[in-house]
């Protein structure tokens, strides 16, 4: 199981990316662990993108490209992109119906990643976003998200927020 996604939020997880028809897109990998369980539970592909740089919020976390593709060996539909986030937006080109946010925690980089991916999720798509619900219910850890997602359950109106499930907040894109 992935290490610092919790039994239930990666049970979310897969709920979701089961429905994906078109493609699935994670930001942070890390050691690649999600990512395995992503890709193995849905029929599409699963794209992964990571620096593999010390995390943002804790230097002491940093994935390697060799547990990436331990923990994903085998796995046809599975390409990790070792990279920025935003240097792959621009060179996109392909439409996903789900993406799951886990890199850079800062505010800023959260919503740079929203706001770069978000025109590739089809209508009907889901987003989630990980460390994200501490005001609702979630555990205290990271302020970037959660006041990122807390701000998009307020204001933006292309979107239904679905549940908040520990720290994973989730939502459809309606148009």
């Known amino acids: ?19 994906a028809v078109l493609g699935v897109v994670e930001i942070g990998t890390l050691d690649g662990e999600t990512a395995c ?3 193995q539970n849905t029929g599409v592909h699963c794209y992964s993108i990571d620096p593999l740089i010390p995390d943002s919020m804790d230097s002491e976390v940093i994935g390697s490209e060799e547990s990436v593709l331990k923990n994903t060996k085998g796995l046809s539909n599975f390409t990790f992109i070792k990279d ?17 946010f886990d890199g850079d925690h800062n505010y800023e980089a959260v919503k740079k990643d929203f706001e770069d991916w978000f025109p590739f999720i089809s209508t009907g798509g889901y987003l989630a976003f990980h460390d994200s619900g501490a005001n609702r219910g979630g555990p205290e850890r990271w302020h970037g998200p959660s006041q990122f997602t807390d701000e998009l359950i307020g204001s933006c109106s ?18």
């Not at 996604?5 to 709920?15: F, M, N, S, W």
């Not at 792959?88 to 789900?98: C, M």
Request: aromatic letters at 14%; one cysteine or more.
């Open 37 to 39: 369980c992503l890709a």
């Open 84 to 100: 920025y986030s935003f240097n792959v937006a621009p060179r996109w080109d392909i439409e996903v119906d789900f993406v799951f």
């Open 158 to 175: 292309n979107l239904t927020y679905i549940e908040t499930v520990e720290s994973l907040t989730v939502f459809r894109k309606e148009v």
């Open 1 to 19: 199981m992935a290490r610092l996604i919790r039994p239930a939020e990666l049970d979310c997880l897969i709920k979701y990316v089961k429905k």
